[in-house]
C-alpha cells in the first residue's frame, strides 16, 4: 500500500542512497528549485519539492542503471505510482523512455540540469554565493560550453520550450529557488 511519502522519510533515503556530500546538495537544490517553482504555480509544494529530493536515488549506487533502479527503491519506500513515475521522466532522451508530461515533470527535467550551472556559476564568482548571482553571470557562462560542461545546454532549451518558459526567467526562478537553501547547498559564501 503506498502513502505520500513525508520529507523525513525522503531525507533518510537520501542519506542511505547518495553518500557522497556532492550528490545531496544538488538533490537539496533542486528540492528547493521544484519547491519554488511549485509555489509559483499554485502546485503540492510537498509533492514536488520530494520527487526533487529523491530524483538522483540511484545514481551513486547504480550510475549505469540511472532511472532503473529508482522504482524499485522508491516502491519499497512506499512511494506512490505517480511520484515515482515522475522522478523516472528526469532522464528523458538520457536514461529513460518515460516522456515528461505534467509540469511537474517538464520542471523537473529542465532543471536538474541548470541547477549544476547555477551552482558553478555561483563559485566563480568572488563571493562564491548564490545570494548575489544576477541572472547575466549564467548567461554569460551558458555560452562558455567549456563551463559546467557536465550540465548539458540542450537538455535545459528543450525543457524550457515544453514547459514554455523564456530561459532567463527560468535562470531567476533556479537562483531563487536556491536562494532559499544556499547554506544547506554549499552556496551562501562570503557576503
Known sequence: MSSKPTREATWKLVEEYLPSDQMRRHSLAVEAVMRHMAKKYGEDEEMWGLIGL?????????????CHKAPEILKNAGWPEDYIRAVISHGWGICSDVEPLTNLEKTLFTIDELTG???????V??????????????TKKWKDKAFAAGADRSII???????????????????????????AIGLKGNL
Open 125 to 138: 564568482r568572488p563571493s562564491k554565493s548564490i545570494l548575489d548571482l544576477p541572472v547575466k553571470s549564467v
Open 157 to 183: 532549451e528543450k525543457g524550457a520550450a515544453m514547459m514554455g518558459v523564456e530561459l532567463n526567467d527560468l535562470i531567476a526562478d533556479t537562483i531563487e529557488g536556491m536562494k532559499s537553501e544556499a547554506e
Open 54 to 66: 529523491a530524483h538522483d536515488i540511484d545514481y551513486e549506487r547504480h550510475p549505469e542503471e540511472h
Open 117 to 123: 550551472l547555477v551552482a558553478a556559476s555561483a563559485l
